[in-house]
């Protein structure tokens, strides 16, 4: 076997990001995956990255967005608001292991695509569904991107957002990074039931939600549970707490600006173990022993000066000059990296994170690798992200229809 | 059953927070979970939250953190730097089936805990590892944290940073929300090469990493492979398309401060749809009209007059009025929550992120549940984060160790 999932068939009634990498992860280990876009408009995020003025890009930039979330992939076009489009669903599942959507509760039951009609035929199947908000609740047929549901509801970005500054902005920025990584929790429940499967014999329901996610994923939200707010002594002890700036933290656990205007990462937490080596790093040996620093409640008291210190100090050489500084080290820091800095990292080029791949289309290039390896059964990449359209008909041919029906299917628009 | 994995046996030698995630979440569905600490030591992330001065916080505040990372598993004390220890972790191996480590793979060689060495006991067993920075490369072996692996040196934190501001610090603000995610892959991959054993009867390695799962999440790291940093016109326009401001987006993608000094986030991509209905939610019928705004290229065109008056109308009504307004539209919006709004959401709480638990010692709590909702097969929580130390005997006893041998390890600190 390669994959672990060689005999596993899946179909996706999914838009856009998180959903569609689920099945992305599952095809990289070998499923067989239908991605079923709608006939005239297709998944919009084929060209979902535009230009400032709306315009495209060119197809080597969204090339590579539309390809980290769908190869492996093959992709049919059908109409699901059509009876006869329902019907070609309706065989497809009844043959496949994995029903995944991303469609919201009230569309579900207007196309019978819900749990409930669907396991009729199949009981074997295992149906899940990735949400904004969650498939009960005042809002569970609201719209939900991964800015609003996973970012902005959950607690994440106000968490992120800094004294005199607007909060900092996921949707634009980091471009469906909740999405992706919410998408990993979906393939997790999807692995689970499949697992569970081969005891029970039976499918069952997997259920995600970006907002979940997003709460599951913080410390500071976990904690307000219960009397925690109380305990810290009321609402705006908490909240301040939870927006500590730099300097109101410890000095070894912040970032600093560069000589060159980049910055440098520390994470020297328990400090105790580093000190003094921190010290000879920064070539400053004498503050090893400076008993405004030297113990853990010394530099609690004189944070400030601490502080302003390291502050003068990492302004006095560039980024290039503090990385060769600290590597022979055992501290704990990092270079904020650019993400292109972090695609030439060697050390991510030594893990496997990124294998080349030969498209025919753009030719020699490099993708991102799934990052769970496998030693026995490991995930690969071999076929791009589909054309639109591009196995609607060798689908249908494998499920029975002829070309006669094909051409009647594509006059009415059931399929394009 | 109950749980997907009431036949699995888990070891951890694990501290803080990625890995004993991804044994927690399998955990909540039904496997037997030995967290391993260092006798005199224990697992440090029991009391890693401290107060600013460094003093600890009550116990409420620090037991719903250490909760949320080692509830339903086992403690069991053990120095694994002993030939004794080493002699008891391969007695428990060898009839378990999964191994999660974060120790480093120095350490593992050194301890005789590398796959190579174990699998040889067992060739059923899935080994499952997770480190900062991979299992290769020059930085193998150095040590990494939530906020360095998967934020810093990712590109993750980077795109966060806004002018004028230096860059969040997920650290000290989302605390391990890298880690907690990481640890949600982390346990996919076990997930999955336990599926494959059923097939294969071999067990297999798992690898994650902090890095590679930061690079994954961020598609303008993906992006930035190939040739799309020249298309774009060099690095210079791609890192100030990574890094644009607020006004320099869409402004219809973007956050709003209210009358009340909180934000609200609007996330209307793309915006054709619901142009209309958002001018009459801000009470601003007539903008729907207006010839500046009323088409894509007319707002692209008329970007900054739109963005200076978005900002003057949101700070007309506070984040409650606002969210009235908004509430009964289809428009894809959300306020800007702190964690303890997010925890009281009535969304949140609808689709049962937060479960009651009778605490033994702190009484009736909520936590927050298993983010991946299985119907069948639920997770579920069974028992509190343990004790230090609290079932090393029990353990003992269950691998053939009579009291007197327990005696013994106590008194030569193989056990606490």
Not at 83 to 110: C, H, S, W
Not at 280 to 287: H, K, S, T
Not at 376 to 402: C, K, M, W
Request: charged fraction near 25%; charge should be positive.
């Amino acid at each position: 076997m390669d994959g672990a999932l060689n005999d596993i068939k899946i179909v996706e009634v999914t838009t856009m990001a998180a959903a569609p990498m689920a099945a992305r992860l599952l095809a990289d280990w070998g499923a067989d995956v239908v991605h079923i876009e709608h006939p005239q408009t297709g998944d919009p995020w084929r060209t979902w990255i535009k230009k400032p003025d709306g315009s495209l890009y060119p197809p080597e930039v969204s090339y590579h967005y539309w390809e980290h979330y769908n190869r492996n992939k093959r992709s049919m076009s059908l109409d699901i608001s059509q009876e006869q489009g329902r019907e070609i669903i309706y065989r497809l599942l009844k043959n496949a292991d994995v029903f995944i959507t991303n469609r919201r509760p009230a569309e579900l039951r207007r196309f019978r695509l819900d749990y409930a009609s669907i396991k009729k035929t199949n009981k074997r199947l295992v149906y899940a569904s990735l949400t904004g908000f969650g498939k009960k609740g005042p809002d569970k047929d609201a719209p939900g991107h991964d800015t609003v549901g996973f970012w902005a509801r959950s607690g994440f970005m106000y968490l992120l957002q800094q004294a005199g500054s607007a909060p900092p902005s996921p949707g634009y920025r980091t471009v469906a990074a909740g999405d992706t990584l919410t998408g990993v929790a979906l393939a997790l429940g999807i692995t689970m039931a499949l697992l569970a499967r081969q005891k029970t014999g039976l499918g069952q329901e997997v259920d995600v939600s970006l907002l979940n996610m997003g709460i599951f994923a913080n410390v500071p939200a976990v904690m307000s549970l219960g009397p925690v707010i109380q305990v810290l002594g009321g609402k705006k002890a908490y909240t301040d707490m939870l927006r500590r700036e730099r300097h109101d933290v410890s000095p070894l656990f912040i970032s600093y600006e560069t000589k060159d205007k980049r910055w440098l990462q520390l994470s020297l937490a328990p400090p105790e173990p580093y000190w003094a080596e921190f010290c000879r790093a920064i070539g400053r040996e004498e503050m090893a022993a400076d008993s405004r620093f030297s113990s853990a409640e010394a530099r609690t008291e004189n944070k400030e000066a601490l502080f302003r210190t390291l502050e003068d100090v990492f302004r006095t050489r560039t980024l290039a000059q503090w990385k060769a500084a600290f590597k022979k080290t055992s501290l704990i820091w990092s270079p904020i990296q650019r993400p292109d800095e972090a695609v030439r990292d060697p050390q991510a080029r030594a893990n496997g994170i990124f294998v080349p791949f030969q498209h025919p289309g753009l030719g020699r290039m490099r993708v991102v690798a799934n990052p769970v390896r496998l030693s026995r059964t490991p995930a690969s990449v071999r076929t791009p992200a589909p054309e639109f359209n591009q196995h609607t008909e060798e689908i249908l041919l494998e499920l029975g229809y002829d070309w006669e029906s094909i051409a009647r299917l594509k006059r009415e628009k059931v399929i394009a």
